[in-house]
């Protein structure tokens, strides 16, 4: 079945009168999230991709391309609880996160865009459709275009998409490959550039327990810009897959595009961003708006047992089995002033980046 995109269902004031203070509870919790640690913008960014992707927040986190880095929860549980006093049974978790990651690209120095509301949570918990629907970074260029074709989505919103990795991080179980024994004869990735490979291989060392360590995905991996395209242009890309991006003469052909234009990015990131937010939406009477996010409350009434969550150990677990997911302590104990500061603190391109900044800023907090 193709992927619907019932866009016109949704409505930019969906919950003008259900939820009047929504987008201020939105930003409010991830402005606090964000302040405490820089990485939970791109947590929240990869969040609200899989989201899309694989459509029931719940299933996904523990999936093999999830294990360990469903990172950014905890922020939308604390979003969700703030929401719920408010307007109890009232915002879809999944409009949540749309918001959220929206307010985290913005936070992080990128674009701000407006969005459309009144998507509903999925019914189902599907760990299969997580393991299929998301793409691995060990896949081939062509299956990971076919995973965005699928979606109703294209090329270029697979390139500029992938341009998320601008910022975040990624653990050394997902490229070590690439460091050690790329062909089976003991040689690294031929394309990796030497320096990066040394680099590389200090964070990751050629062990089992390197596997969680983290390397940062771009050279300025707190920072939303387009340095994500010019580190492909010097064969840097972090995931093979990200530097597969070069090996495809339209795809290259778009990278070197953004590399370019910084405006165009933020332009195009911001639109099929939208597109991506859109794919299979839940509106009218589909669905179900969750209490917490993290249970489906249709499968609850079906069966304990087939009620999947995840459960931060604070509170008494509506279901059972609960399925723990690691929460890991925060590293990076940067205050949001560095990102603001970051953000402005780039000479080239400065006025560009200001002026999106104060008139998304202007937008943001009116
Ligand atoms: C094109 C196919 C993609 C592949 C194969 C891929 C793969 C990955 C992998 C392996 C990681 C590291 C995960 C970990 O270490 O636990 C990662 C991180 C990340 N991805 Fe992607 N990704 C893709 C597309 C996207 C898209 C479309 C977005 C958003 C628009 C995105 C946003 C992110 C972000 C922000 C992080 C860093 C998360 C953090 O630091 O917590 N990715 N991705």
């Known amino acids: 079945m193709g992927p619907k995109m019932p866009s016109n269902q949704l409505d930019y004031r969906f919950y003008d009168k259900t939820c009047a203070n929504l987008t201020k509870i939105v930003r409010y919790g991830v402005f606090s999230a964000i302040a405490n640690e820089t990485r939970l913008a791109a947590s929240l960014l990869r969040l609200h991709f899989h989201d899309c992707f694989v459509n029931q927040l719940q299933g996904e986190k523990n999936a093999f391309p999830n294990?360990?880095?469903?990172?950014?929860?905890?922020?939308?549980?604390?979003?969700?609880?703030?929401?719920?006093?408010?307007?109890?049974?009232?915002?879809?978790?999944?409009?949540?996160?749309?918001?959220?990651?929206?307010?985290?690209?913005?936070?992080?120095?990128?674009?701000?865009?407006?969005?459309?509301?009144?998507?509903?949570?999925?019914?189902?918990?599907?760990?299969?459709?997580?393991?299929?629907?998301?793409?691995?970074?060990?896949?081939?260029?062509?299956?990971?275009?076919?995973?965005?074709?699928?979606?109703?989505?294209?090329?270029?919103?697979?390139?500029?998409?992938?341009?998320?990795?601008?910022?975040?991080?990624?653990?050394?179980?997902?490229?070590?490959?690439?460091?050690?024994?790329f062909d089976g004869a003991g040689n690294p990735d031929p394309i990796l550039d030497e320096s990066l490979l040394g680099s590389l291989r200090n964070i990751c060392p050629n062990q089992d327990d390197s596997d969680s360590n983290l390397a940062p995905l771009d050279a300025t991996s707190s920072k939303f810009d387009n340095s994500y395209f010019k580190i492909l242009l010097n064969n840097s890309g972090l995931l093979q897959s990200d530097q597969a991006l070069m090996g495809d003469n339209k795809t290259a052909g778009l990278v070197s595009n953004y590399c370019k234009s910084p405006f165009q990015f933020s332009k195009d990131f911001a639109a099929s961003m939208v597109k991506m937010s859109n794919i299979g939406v839940l509106t009218g009477q589909q669905g179900e708006i969750r209490r917490n996010c993290r249970v489906v409350y249709s499968l609850l009434q079906k069966s304990e047992s087939q009620c999947v969550i995840t459960y931060s150990g604070t509170d008494k677990p509506p279901?059972?089995?609960?399925?723990?997911?690691?929460?890991?302590?925060?590293?990076?104990?940067?205050?949001?002033?560095?990102?603001?500061?970051?953000?402005?603190?780039?000479?080239?391109?400065?006025?560009?980046?200001?002026?999106?900044?104060?008139?998304?800023l202007l937008v943001f907090w009116k």
């Not at 998301?134 to 090329?155: R, W």
């Open 67 to 181: 294990r360990n880095s469903a990172r950014g929860f905890e922020v939308i549980d604390a979003i969700k609880e703030n929401i719920e006093k408010s307007c109890p049974s009232t915002v879809s978790c999944t409009d949540i996160l749309t918001l959220a990651s929206r307010d985290a690209v913005f936070l992080a120095g990128g674009p701000f865009w407006p969005v459309p509301l009144g998507r509903r949570d999925g019914l189902t918990a599907n760990e299969t459709a997580a393991n299929t629907d998301l793409p691995s970074p060990f896949e081939p260029l062509e299956n990971i275009t076919a995973k965005f074709i699928s979606k109703g989505l294209d090329v270029k919103d697979m390139v500029v998409l992938s341009g998320g990795h601008t910022i975040g991080f990624a653990q050394c179980s997902t490229f070590k490959q690439r460091l050690f024994d």
């Open 319 to 360: 279901c059972s089995p609960p399925i723990y997911i690691q929460h890991r302590t925060s590293k990076y104990m940067f205050s949001l002033l560095r990102v603001l500061a970051s953000t402005l603190s780039d000479g080239k391109g400065f006025s560009l980046r200001a002026f999106g900044f104060l008139s998304g």
